[in-house]
């Protein structure tokens, strides 16, 4: 059986996939004859061939099935590509080959919820979007001057997949007028108000210091913090320990969950307060016809 070797540009190059992807399945070449790899992958094995700036691709065999596959299929592939598991690419061509083949087999992939190959693929959806919501409430934005004299807020953030350009968009729309900057290990992207940009990754050295606004943020997060409400567990579920390193607050949550219990029994003996503004009861009672 002949082997077929399948080198993207990058670790999100969904259009090379998709065009490998189909040239593969018309050419009857089944999941185990196809060894797929990354440009910097590549790269770094010493013993593997020299990468091609176009995949040599077989040609369409006469008996080729039809391939056509739902558009949830391709949404989930747009979501799988994001994982950093090597492994996405042979899982994503399986499926594809399957749902190509037609029959019993085809009908598992698209439909059994039981299916392991599907198991798996949603399995890692749910992860990407899952780090995209991390991504969402974690990133903390730093001002800096640039130097036309205009501030530029920029964020380090460190995430588990290759969601940086794909989250782009949910930046964009949150602040649309403001000037920001995302570094991240694998990409960067920078909106300058009217188009955005992307770049290499970068390192934790790159993005700025704290900074002034960030002790009055750390001040403002002690004084509403509440003991009684105080869950450990579940604070660490919905913010992993992971990320705290990345967060000014989190410096913060061991001193305030040490003294959360004496605090919290200081507030239960403290005397009730008196509402510095009564509410008249006989205001509050429904008018003649008013729905009670």
């Known amino acids: 059986m002949q082997r077929h070797t399948i080198t993207l540009a990058h670790p999100t190059d969904c259009q090379g996939f998709r065009t490998a992807a189909r040239a593969l399945v018309q050419a009857n070449v089944p999941p185990q004859a196809v060894d797929w790899r990354c440009q910097a992958d590549a790269a770094s094995d010493l013993f593997a061939p020299e990468p091609h700036s176009h995949n ?15 558009p949830d299929f391709v949404h989930l592939c747009e979501q799988l590509i994001l994982h950093r598991d090597p492994d996405r690419f042979p899982l994503m061509y399986r499926l594809l080959w399957r749902m190509a083949q037609g029959g019993t087999e085809a009908e598992a992939a698209r439909h059994d919820p039981l299916d392991a190959d599907r198991m798996v693929a949603h399995h890692m959806a749910r992860a990407v979007a899952r780090d995209k919501h991390k991504m969402h409430a974690f990133v903390r934005f730093r001002p800096v001057v640039e130097p036309d004299g205009e501030p530029l807020h920029m964020a380090w953030f460190e995430p588990d997949h290759y969601i940086t350009e794909a989250n782009a968009g949910f930046f964009i729309r949150r602040f649309t007028q403001m000037r920001w900057a995302i570094l991240t290990p694998d990409a960067s992207v920078r909106w300058d108000g009217q188009q955005l940009h992307t770049g290499p990754g970068a390192q934790r050295s790159d993005a700025p210091p704290p900074d002034a606004g960030e002790a009055l943020w750390l ?10 409400r105080l869950k450990l567990g579940m604070m660490k579920k919905e913010m992993p320990t992971r990320y705290w390193h990345n967060l000014p607050e989190a410096a913060l949550i061991t001193e305030l969950a040490q003294t959360a219990h004496e605090r919290s029994a200081k507030m239960v003996e403290a005397e009730a307060t008196v509402p510095r503004r009564r ?3 006989v205001a509050q009672r429904p008018r003649d016809g008013a729905a009670r």
């Open 56 to 70: 040599v691709l077989p040609p369409p065999s006469p008996d080729a099935p039809a391939l056509r596959v739902p």
């Open 219 to 228: 001040t403002y997060y002690r004084h509403i913090f509440n003991p009684a």
């Open 279 to 281: 509410i008249n009861p």
